[in-house]
Every structure is written in structure tokens, then in C-alpha cells.
């Protein structure tokens, strides 16, 4: 088992910035909230461990991605921001998240509280499920694992036409496979930042 780990000083390269907005913002948290982000810098932290890879088959292993710094991710021009206008995040559930309603429920309910969490300040609301037959989407089973498969880039056009005016996001979710393309085996998962859309 390989195990990704960074330096104390490649952390802080990454994540400390002398963007202006960015220390001000800083600098108005408080003491509790500052300690909670220095344990980000310590590689031996027990809340920001190190990425453990289980095999060569794990996306970051098979598909290596250029490292990004949350400078560069605070600069992004694509980077959203909440509004007043658009302040909302929907989640859209796409067939049973469990083998029971009451299972698939608490499911959803573990995941709104972990979004209002994540994204303080930000209002979580739950959309009314759907099966994945009201997508219209393309779908298939996969060569290899038989598993059924529906085509993600689907899924997010259907999603884009179901985003609420208030949204600042919608999110898909789902415990069926996904495919992007005939080509590909799997995706974990799609999205359109400029439309702030993620499944």
C-alpha cells in the first residue's frame, strides 16, 4: 500500500497566502478556528491525514492531475462565490441511496448535515428524490463488472434543467455507477463549474 505523504514546508507553500482578501479573511477567525486550520500543516495530524493509495487502479495513481495550491484555486476565474441572489445548495438524490426508504432517508439526512457543516453559512435543501427513469438518460452494463452504468453527462444536463433560481449549486447524488463516455470504464463523478452543477 502506498501512502501520499507532504512535507510541513510543501503544506505551507500550498496553503498559505499573502493574497490580501485571503489574510484578512485570517485574521478574523478566532482562536479555536485558528488551531483547527494549523493542524492542516502538521503531516502528522489526525485530522488531515495522509492519502493512502490501495492500488494502482486508485484515480490519483492512474490519472496523475498537476498539484494546485489554494492560491491558485482562490484565483481561479471559474471559482463561484455565494451571492444573496444565489446562496442555496440543492441536492437532487437519483434512485435508492439503501435497500429501504427509512435507510435511504438517513442517508440523506447524514449528508445535508454534513454540507451545512462543510459550507457554513450556506442553506442545504433537499429536493424531492427521483428515479433515475425521469433522467432520460443513456445507460449500460459494464463489460467487466456487470454493474449497471448511466451516463453521467446525462445525468448533468437533467440536473441543469432542474437548478432552482436561488442555487448557488445543485449537487446529483446517486449509488449507481456512472460512465462519462463508451470509452471509459468508470467516473467517480462529473461536473461544470460555470454552471455549478456536480454529480
Not at 60 to 74: K, N, V
Not at 154 to 169: G, S, Y
Request: with cysteine; aromatic share 12%.
Amino acid at each position: 500500500m502506498k501512502t501520499v505523504r507532504h512535507s510541513e514546508q510543501s503544506l505551507r507553500t500550498a496553503l498559505i497566502s499573502k493574497n490580501p482578501a485571503l489574510v484578512s479573511q485570517y485574521e478574523k477567525l478566532d482562536a479555536a478556528e485558528r488551531r483547527l486550520m494549523n493542524e492542516a500543516f502538521r503531516p502528522a495530524s489526525d485530522l488531515f491525514g495522509p492519502i493512502v493509495l490501495h492500488s494502482q487502479s486508485d484515480w490519483i495513481a492512474s490519472h496523475p492531475e498537476p498539484p494546485q495550491g489554494f492560491e491558485e484555486f482562490f484565483s481561479d476565474p471559474s471559482r463561484k462565490t455565494p451571492s444573496r441572489e444565489k446562496h442555496s445548495i440543492y441536492i437532487q438524490c437519483i434512485g435508492s441511496l439503501g435497500n429501504t426508504r427509512i435507510i435511504s432517508e438517513e442517508y440523506v439526512k447524514w449528508l445535508k448535515g454534513y454540507c451545512e457543516a462543510f459550507f457554513y453559512g450556506l442553506t442545504v435543501k433537499l429536493l424531492e428524490p427521483v428515479p433515475v427513469s425521469a433522467t432520460q438518460c443513456a445507460f449500460r452494463v459494464n463489460e467487466n463488472t456487470k454493474n449497471l452504468q448511466i451516463h453521467a453527462g446525462h445525468i448533468l444536463h437533467f440536473l441543469k434543467k432542474k437548478k432552482p433560481e436561488d442555487a448557488f449549486c445543485i449537487v446529483g447524488v446517486t449509488m449507481i455507477d456512472l460512465y462519462p463516455r463508451d470509452s471509459w470504464n468508470f467516473v467517480f463523478g462529473q461536473a461544470s463549474l460555470t454552471d455549478g452543477i456536480l454529480f
